[in-house]
């Protein structure tokens, strides 16, 4: 398992912005490859996939309610992911969670069940 911190998150007005911080703990391993993801969860509603990036950050995927908004990056160096979320919309509103995954041979996924180590999430509030 993987230990991850998220941070960021806080109250914005409709069309504002956030940028959400993933940290990955020490003790995980540098050399290895994990696909890392975005996802949220509002009251009453499913957890959603966001946005994920692989191992390498050469491929990402995102939602299409979020396409062309929110930018997932990463800095292998420090061991952190980010979510730009820019055009912020009170549908936005929802716990921020990050999750990490191994990497497979299939696609990149924003499925929660090719995740394994989880954040406690961080809470977006967009007002309207």
């Known amino acids: 398992q993987v230990q991850l911190e998220e941070s960021g998150g806080g109250l914005v007005q409709a069309g504002g912005s956030l940028r959400l911080s993933c940290a990955r703990s020490?003790?995980?391993?540098?050399?290895?490859?994990?696909?890392m993801a975005w996802f949220r969860q509002a009251p009453g509603k499913e957890r959603e996939g966001v946005a994920a990036i692989s191992w390498n950050g050469e491929t990402t995927t995102y939602a299409e309610s979020v396409e062309g908004r929110f930018t997932i990056s990463r800095n292998s160096a420090t061991r952190t992911i980010y979510l730009q979320m820019n055009s912020l919309k009170p549908e936005d509103t929802a716990v921020y969670f990050c999750?990490?995954?191994?990497?497979?041979?299939?696609?990149?996924?924003?499925?929660?069940?090719?995740?394994?180590?989880w954040g406690q999430g961080t809470q977006v509030t967009v007002s309207s």
């Open positions: 020490r003790r995980a391993s540098r050399n290895v490859p994990y696909n």
């Open positions: 999750a990490a995954g191994r990497p497979t041979s299939s696609p990149l996924s924003r499925d929660q069940s090719d995740y394994y180590s």
